[in-house]
DNA sequence: AAATGGTTTAACCAAATGGTTAAATTAGAT
DNA sequence: ATCTAATTTAACCATTTGGTTAAACCATTT
């Protein structure tokens, strides 16, 4: 066992370096002498661990939409009430990208290029919405939201979210002339904004 | 004259080509070789013409830009009221992103990988959001809208008209499990249901 | 310590790629 | 018809790039 624990292996560090690399330039402007680097190895070590450029991008892509796809409809069930868990679920979301702000936008950009790659990976994750829209037509039903499309509602929340943080360029330097310290403090108070905006728009008040 | 009207000269179509190959494949994905295939003309033309890729790339990058960023704006101002303005703003520019649909991606990808050329191209075209920012702290003032930042609701509508568009992928395929006919429908759809969803969430009601 | 097998590296390769060049072609002016 | 200047093309070039290979290295077993 070469492997201490406390330093990563050689394939950890390629696939970190990869993650960074890919994510940060997408799969054409990636090379793959800059991820050899970035991990501190010889390019060979590349090819003898993961075979092909194809292959390796195929890990961090899986990787990526693995790590942002599912968190959002897990966090939709529990014991709370509609509502609650909304602002939960974009609380938890926004959270996690705001810490890994470029793998929405790799994953989409990735995906317009090549929508082949959805359908693979979602042979081996199964993902299930249907959760989701059963408890928005419950809500509605309850008549504590408004009658609305349960797929709105979820592209609504969706976009919202992912949104701001995908087109950080524009929206900082355009809407907060380029004051880096403003585009944080909208992202924080978008934390619970977005579910107040969305419950707004949907809530039944009687 | 070369130019007899009815067909491009060389310039209109290597320009037209350059924009398709490079809103498809982005900078770094796109070849040289395929916009002159594209162009069916001499690759030895694109250089005669735009001397660099980057050049050429700065172009459709601009074009595109031109095109997407500034109706939004245009659009609201006016004599009609601030609600009709909202609706006539996310139909207006969901029916033009509906027919360039990679733009919005293509835009928010370049910038994301360079957001310097961001800061060229805002010198060339000085946008000012403010009037935008004026006309909805007159609504907040006058009460027909709740409080609310002004940067907030920009950041809501844009994002709320361009999210299902640039994630199509994702969207058509698990929230609409693969139809693309339901995909349409919805983008049809939010011409008018993405404006009454924000005003929903926005107007006061007395 | 010698053998073994996995790991790592430097050197190399073929194809692709952005770009150049010089010759050929074409269209308009004289 | 001939000249001229712009346009277009084929051939070429240097560099980059993904990928391969054979040798070197190193840890473990015997």
Redesign the interface.
């Known amino acids: 066992m070469v492997n201490k624990m406390t330093e990563k292996n050689t394939e950890e560090k390629i696939i970190a370096a990869a993650e960074k690399v890919f994510i ?6 990636a090379r793959m002498q800059e991820i050899a680097d970035e991990a501190g190895i010889n390019k060979s070590l590349l090819h003898y661990y993961y075979r092909s450029k194809e292959l390796l991008f195929g890990m961090v892509f899986r990787f990526a939409f693995k790590t942002f ?1 599912p968190d959002l409809l897990k966090a939709f069930d529990g014991p709370d009430d509609f509502f609650t868990k909304l602002e939960r679920v974009v609380a938890t979301y926004l959270t996690l990208i705001e810490k890994n702000p ?1 793998i929405p ?1 790799f ?3 990735e ?3 090549n ?1 082949n790659r ?2 693979e990976i ?1 042979k081996l994750m199964n ?1 299930d ?1 249907q959760p989701v829209f059963k408890a928005i037509e419950e809500e509605i039903e309850k008549k504590t939201i ?1 009658k ?2 349960p ?2 509602l ?3 929340v ?3 979210c ?3 943080i ?6 900082e ?4 002339k380029g004051s880096e310290s403003d585009y944080k403090a ?1 992202l924080e ?2 934390k619970t ?1 977005v579910a107040h ?2 419950i ?3 809530k039944i008040k009687d």
């Open positions: 940060e330039k997408g799969l054409a402007g796809a470029h936008g994953i989409i950009s995906l317009s290029t929508p959805l359908v979602i993902i919405i408004r609305i499309e797929s709105e979820i592209i609504n969706l976009g919202l992912v949104f701001p995908i087109a950080k360029p524009m929206v330097t355009i809407i907060f909208m108070k978008r904004e905006f969305v707004s728009a949907i």
